[in-house]
């Protein structure tokens, strides 16, 4: 039977599309820059059972798949390959189970990462890792990317709430990895190694997560700074000083312009940096802290400092960091850069950013996560460009890379490798590490079926 | 050239020992129940090129490796089988590095894990994962089983702490994994997959670790209670409660009066179990925690609560846990478990090894991590024993594993497989999963020369 034919009669009726207009949004994740490919065919499953069915159906006829969550990937690692078959598990959006003593929750892979929280705050829980688009991205593409977010700097990343999968590999065999306990040593952690392989290993049909206990208020600082050593002065006078903050976010100049100037929100344009810090201690820790991480900014040379603990009056302050890249998408299409530095190394990376642009003679805003030096420097494209821009903007992009690398950083700390770092990776971890990786890959999908393409 | 002469014309003079004599120390660990095998030599290097020397000169004569740190294994990990070559790290015992500003350490695989915190305190810096043996156990061991400890409950395990590796692999290849920043997602986590993988994929030569700002002090809460279920349903309160709690250690009535008998510490006899709280927040923190723990801990029934502020109090408080072992030793040969149940079940495990102990008519004390479900069952052998009693002691250590397996646990919280619990790791994993171990193990070392006869 031919492949689309033998597809359809595994899943349901209406699990499978193929119309080239309806396929159009699913071969696009939101990396916008780069072309993706045509794609065969979507599969919207609604079950495990459903998912495995597909790619023994996939790998019968030698088919690649690409796995998709909600496509809000940044590094192309759902783009469309062409001829494959897109893996969805879009359908697949149910919380199965909150557990209050154990502190756990049960999802499938299509919830969306806001919609954990919003389920699991009726039990005064809390789902930590919150990227910038939690409220359109899935668990699973979070499971896949081994997410971030802002608190990541206090809680932690994606792995580390990961207790559990249920995967399916690439010849349909079900597996689950895992456990229910917090702690745990039994076998290889293949949990760990599947959280981050990017839809590599397999697809992650089912996942336990640890919860906290929700925070019940924040304390909230901005301080502008005159340069970017100051800024970095005070990250580390705030990190050595042990507070443990929840929020450490830092906005470069352009940032803060691009942001007073779509939004006129009354900004220190003069500033070289702006930090957003935040405590979600038990109240009066988080004043304290607060208050001793707005003395130590000062004493790094800030220029105005602004601490307020009313949540609407935190959640203003946050709007400028919240606005950044929709402020610098007014003045262009965006190309969003992730690495990371050890955090000493900030203020030198931002400062090369500054250098990069100059020499590009392109836009650059920096912003990020100061607390675990993991930046977003975003070039922007003018949209009447004729490609002039963007072709510098691409060698700038590679420039960013590099300096991260030569700083001891990483070519992504949150975004994934995807499609867009895959020709640096063997320049960060050396060719016999990636010869292992490729040992792995090619040890559990030896058709190479699974989002070929990227880096493995 | 034969094995012995071709593995000391690889090493410098003095780092191999074939003396049976010097070798009866290094073929046991602290599992002492099992019987070791006999190696045919012990190799002491000093470099990872040495390591690697050793290594490829074992593979070239096929013989088996088992790595070594300091040999403190609960779980028979470093037992020697026979005919291997034990490949001990302890002379690589070198701090190679402390940075204050990024909060890292880099060592060497023999480093003794108290040793660690010792050079990083003048530092302002602490490293947590803390394992009862921390005096007397290598950072390399503690890697090799992701090992856990007292502040886990806090802080995390060994593998939250690992930022990067070097690792020999199973042909002598070197590889780097990890990284220096704190987030990064560049292709597979193999620094994940290495820790907790027992020297079977791979021998540690060195590590960079994560380190947090010390605390500034503790305080601390001994509460006693009528029942396991009381007990357990203080823990419950103080788990939803979000008190951040960095020990929450339970001991049952056979420990306490073990320990009682002992060392005469006027401990309450008739109490079905006494639990050990402590927080190390920043005052006034601790204290308000500590005061709430207190009070959900006499909402729960406990007969008698006690609480300090003052360090040598709590180290006296501290004392009874730390007395549980050398306590049970005195009333004879011990055979330590490990498991692990979701931290609503532990009452109920408590209650189940109870009822093991009389129906099999041995002695068993509990005590262990209540925090996280990680509790370590005792059996007790008396030292005149002519075997009847070991029988039954083995025998309920079996009982107590399939106890945690049937209460959603794990066979293992934070010893390891080794080779104790290698019969039960199918049970619970599943053999799909196992298969994709195995699969990982053959790829990585196809003449399974590392640690062999462990689970994999």
Redesign the interface.
């Known amino acids: 039977m031919a492949f689309l034919d033998e597809l359809a009669a595994a899943l349901p009726d209406g699990a499978v599309v193929t119309d080239v207009d309806l396929l159009e949004t699913y071969r696009r994740d939101r990396t916008d820059w780069l072309t993706p490919g045509q794609p065969q065919a979507a599969a919207f499953p609604r079950t495990t059972a459903e998912v495995a069915a597909a790619v023994k159906v996939a790998a019968t006829h030698r088919i690649p798949i690409v796995p998709r969550g909600a496509g809000s990937s940044l590094a192309g690692g759902s783009q469309a390959i062409d001829g494959c078959l897109i893996l969805c598990v879009e359908r697949m959006d149910r919380i199965l189970d909150v557990?209050?003593?154990?502190?756990t929750v049960t999802v499938e892979p299509g919830v969306l990462n806001a919609h954990i929280s919003e389920a699991t705050a009726p039990h005064?829980l809390w789902y930590p890792p919150d990227p910038a688009s939690k409220a359109f991205c899935s668990i699973g593409g979070n499971i896949a990317?081994?997410a971030?977010g802002l608190c990541?700097?206090k809680y932690?990343?994606t792995?580390?709430y990961v207790m559990g999968l249920e995967v399916v590999?690439a010849d349909g065999?079900?597996?689950?990895?895992g456990?229910?306990?917090?702690?745990?040593?039994?076998?290889?952690?293949?949990t760990?190694?599947m959280?981050?392989?990017e839809g590599t290993?397999g697809i992650v049909t089912r996942a336990r997560l640890r919860l906290?206990?929700?925070p019940d208020g924040t304390a909230t600082l901005v301080a502008f700074f005159p340069t970017l050593t100051a800024a970095g002065d005070a990250v580390?006078a705030i990190?050595?000083?042990?507070l443990g903050l929840s929020l450490m976010e830092i906005m470069d100049r352009t940032t803060v312009v691009a942001v007073d100037d779509a939004y006129r929100m009354d900004l220190e344009r003069d500033a070289a940096a702006l930090l957003l810090l935040q405590s979600d201690?038990?109240d009066p820790?988080r004043g304290?802290e607060i208050a001793r991480a707005a003395e130590l900014c000062e004493s790094s040379d800030a220029t105005y400092t602004v601490t307020t603990e009313d949540a609407e009056q935190a959640d203003a302050l946050l709007q400028a960091r919240r606005l950044a890249i929709p402020a610098l998408e007014q003045q262009g299409t965006t190309l969003l850069d992730d690495i990371?530095?050890?955090?000493?190394r900030v203020p030198e990376l931002l400062g090369r950013a500054q250098d990069i642009a100059e020499q590009r003679d392109v836009t650059i805003g920096s912003f990020g996560?100061a607390?675990?030096?993991?930046l977003h420097p975003t070039l922007v494209v003018p949209r009447d460009d004729d490609g002039t821009v963007l072709h510098r903007a691409l060698a700038a992009f590679d420039d960013l890379v590099l300096a991260a690398l030569e700083l001891?950083?990483?070519?992504?700390?949150?975004?994934?490798?995807g499609t867009i770092?895959a020709p640096f990776?063997e320049q960060?971890?050396?060719t016999?590490?990636?010869a292992?990786?490729r040992?792995?890959?090619?040890?559990?999908d030896p058709l190479g079926l699974l989002n070929p393409g990227r880096?493995?």
Do not use: F, Y
């Not at 065999?173 to 990895?177: K, L």
């Not at 990371?340 to 000493?344: G, Y």
């Not at 001891?408 to 994934?416: D, S």
């Not at 040992?439 to 559990?444: D, G, M, S, T």
């Open positions: 557990d209050e003593v154990d502190q005064g990317t081994n971030g990541c700097v932690g990343v792995r580390d590999l065999t079900v597996i689950e990895t456990r229910r306990t917090i702690k745990g040593v039994a076998g290889l952690d293949l760990g190694l959280v981050g392989s290993l906290r206990p929700s580390a990190t050595r000083a042990g201690s038990p820790l304290t990371a530095v050890p955090r000493s996560h607390g675990d030096g993991n001891g950083g990483t070519i992504t700390g949150e975004h994934g490798v770092k990776l960060e971890v050396g016999a590490n990636l292992v990786q040992r792995i890959k090619r040890e559990l880096w493995l």
